[in-house]
């Protein structure tokens, strides 16, 4: 599975953006979809998951209320919505395909990664 990971860009705190991740192919209703952001000097951490069917959606306590996945299977897209934006959301946003438990928070279990796209907001 492919996952091309795009809608990144410059923002200003308070601000919104939607990031979108187009996975190509007949199979992205089968896999559990995530996002995990990576900021500078930090580790990869775990942003939001949503179910195979998008009926179940869980979210990292920093973004819960402000950020929301969500998935289009007729399009094989899934989708991030951020608002309210704030500095410390800066980082590289990458979205993730995996088989197991859609409120899996670890990054291992997902097996297909797209390239990230860059979140700036700026203060």
């Known amino acids: 599975v492919q996952l091309q990971a795009s809608g990144g860009g410059l923002v200003q705190t308070g601000g919104s953006l939607r990031l979108s991740c187009a996975a190509p192919?007949?199979?992205?209703?089968?896999?559990?979809m995530g996002w995990f952001r990576q900021a500078p000097g930090k580790e990869r951490e775990f942003v939001a998951s949503?179910?195979?069917?998008?009926?179940?959606?869980y979210y990292a306590d920093s973004v819960n209320g402000r950020f929301a996945i969500s998935r289009d299977n007729a399009k094989n897209t899934a989708y991030l919505q951020m608002n309210s934006l704030k500095p410390e959301d800066t980082a590289v946003y990458s979205c993730?395909?995996?088989?197991?438990?859609?409120?899996?928070?670890?990054?291992?279990?997902?097996?297909?990664w797209g390239q990230g796209t860059l979140v700036t907001v700026s203060s």
């Open positions: 993730a395909a995996g088989s197991g438990w859609s409120e899996s928070r670890n990054d291992y279990d997902y097996t297909y």
């Open positions: 192919g007949r199979t992205f209703a089968t896999y559990v």
């Open positions: 949503i179910s195979r069917s998008g009926g179940r959606t």
